[in-house]
């Protein structure tokens, strides 16, 4: 069983990694190694034409369970060979791209994501925010203090594009920043509350949604194609899933 601070060897079964030829050294990993739990930790140590690699285990101690584990490698220019791959190298900041084979890309514009968030809110009650679009950007909203708290937040007919995304590409393996609403402060017993209606999350590359309420309700929101990674999680424990919720339960309150 893995420790913290050990290092570790994941070895592939069959010849699928040494078959690449590449040296994936300092390559990005995203490991399913914990069952519900993923994580992602950089090669260590690979030579090219090898059937395993190393990384460094930071996630807590617990059994793998081999035959159940999954992985996938990134980061590597090399690993781009099909459409819709792609490569940034933040050295010299060439991206490498394979464009679709049914698409005129002089017609095309290329974006790309520059921030985490477009609107932070804090010290706000009784807010709508309604009819916008967020491309490759989301909304963080929290609590700070007792005096300085989210409450009463109605969150309608918002589109989220992509809305959040890894930056292990920038060789960034921290946690993903996801769409944030949270009314919990530390030493409040209860929490504000929020209502999300008719909103839509697509594409979103970790959790869609994680909220933190009292009372709060979800109301004909349409969820797809988030989450693909899983890659939620900085120690072994219960695990996130698209939707992350945290509710406190009054006996008068409905609770989602």
């Not at 190694?33 to 690979?46: D, P």
Request: with cysteine.
């Amino acid at each position: 069983n893995p420790t913290n601070g050990k290092t570790c060897t994941i070895e592939n079964e069959g010849s699928d990694l040494a078959g690449t030829g590449v040296n994936m050294t300092d390559a990005v990993a995203v490991l399913n190694i914990g069952k519900w739990n993923t994580f992602v930790a950089k090669v260590k140590h690979h030579e090219a034409g090898d059937n395993k690699f190393t990384y460094e285990h930071t996630f807590g101690s617990f059994k793998i369970e081999h035959e159940l584990s999954r992985y996938f490698l990134e980061d590597k220019v090399e690993l781009v060979d099909i459409p819709e791959e792609w490569h940034f190298d933040k050295n010299t900041n060439v991206l490498t791209f394979i464009p679709p084979t049914d698409v005129d890309m002089s017609k095309v514009k290329l974006r790309g994501k520059v921030q985490s968030y477009a609107m932070t809110i804090t010290n706000s009650q009784n807010l709508l925010i309604k009819n916008i679009d967020f491309f490759a950007t989301t909304i963080k909203a929290y609590s700070s203090t007792k005096n300085v708290y989210v409450d009463k937040l109605t969150f309608d007919s918002l589109n989220f594009m992509y809305p959040s995304y890894s930056k292990r590409m920038l060789g960034d393996i921290s946690l993903i920043e996801r769409t944030d609403i949270n009314g919990r402060f530390p030493g409040k017993s209860c929490c504000g509350g929020f209502h999300f209606i008719n909103n839509t999350f697509y594409g979103s590359d970790g959790i869609a949604l994680a909220y933190h309420g009292q009372g709060s309700v979800l109301e004909h929101n349409y969820f797809e194609y988030n989450d693909w990674t899983s890659a939620n999680m900085m120690r072994y424990g219960g695990g996130m899933a698209t939707i992350y919720q945290i509710v406190t339960t009054m006996k008068s309150d409905r609770t989602l």
